[in-house]
């Protein structure tokens, strides 16, 4: 396990060989992974683990095996001071119908070991960033899911941690409260400089947030990469033309072109999942700066019109779909059709995302 604090190898997580089993279930199992400083997307099926990593690594749970270090401290033995640099957001509603936001988060404040003048500062200000305004003054009995959501986080936040562990934050959102709080959770890194983990079994919700992205299932690693690793390598140009006199189906002769050229390509057409496309459009599979030059000459030499050429991006759910042997794992399937479910409700269920 690497406890590296230099600048270039910071890890703010990492755990090797770590385990957790109760009596009838191993929730975590032998788990070997290192998180680095950003925002990381910890996603997986129910049950995959997620919840229980967290614990274990505030310290509040102990682990069966294997080791855990968060920010260089040890969870066996550090859990309080991981807590002083650690801010949780936990996946339950956990807020009293009694109290209001401003309250409840002083609360939490003072329980973090802040003056109280410095509580009700940081309180005001961390409440502002979550945009939660006049309203933090009632009973939180009466705040909408979103509104809650917002005070746990504001909660995770007002001891300024550096890093926060976010168990489901979008969790009963509607489309447009999830987007808010994504946006939130990006700036809560870029603005401040805190590392985020945050859990989903939303793959696709994690892809547009994220850095990082670690999958779980059945409590063992399946994948840990970059964002940009899951969709850049599968990065395809999407194309369109005219039809001329010489060619009156040109999106037929410019396949056909495309092809001779050693190039991959196929019609839009449907998408994996179902979701309409374009006869009209063809995906070239990108396989250099020479895949655009080929392209645009191929076109040109046909004398065809360019309507549009674009690159694509696939998402993540869809390469867990296609190609990865992991994939056959039971969580990243479900994580996959969870991430379609959100691509759908986001009125976006096309194969692909445009860059
Ligand atoms: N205290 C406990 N006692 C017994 N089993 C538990 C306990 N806590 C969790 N588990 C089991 O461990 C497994 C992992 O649970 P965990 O809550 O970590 O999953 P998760 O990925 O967070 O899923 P969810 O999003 O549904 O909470 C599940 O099978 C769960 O039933």
Redesign the pocket.
Known sequence: MSHTTTVEHVTVIATESLS?R????T??DRLSVDIAPGVTGLV????????????ILLGLSPASEGRASVLGLDVAKDGSAIRESVGYMP?HDCLPPDVSATEFVVHMARMSGLPPSAARERTADTLRHVGLYEERYRPMGGYSTGMKQRVKLAQALVHDPRLVLL??PTNGLDPVGRDEMLGLIRRVHTEFGISVLV?S?LLGELERTCDHVVV?DG?KLLRSSSTSDFTQATASLAVEVTDTADHPDGTTALRTALDRAGLTVQPAGRGADGSPGSDHVLLVDVAGEETYDTVRDTIAGLGLGLVRMEQRRHRIAEIFRSGDEDANAAGAANAAEAANAAASAHGNGGAVDAA
Do not use: C, M, Q, Y
């Open positions: 957790k109760f009596p009838r279930v929730a975590l997986g099926a129910n049950g995959a683990g997620k919840s229980t990593l967290i614990k996946e168990d489901e859990t079994h779980i409590g």
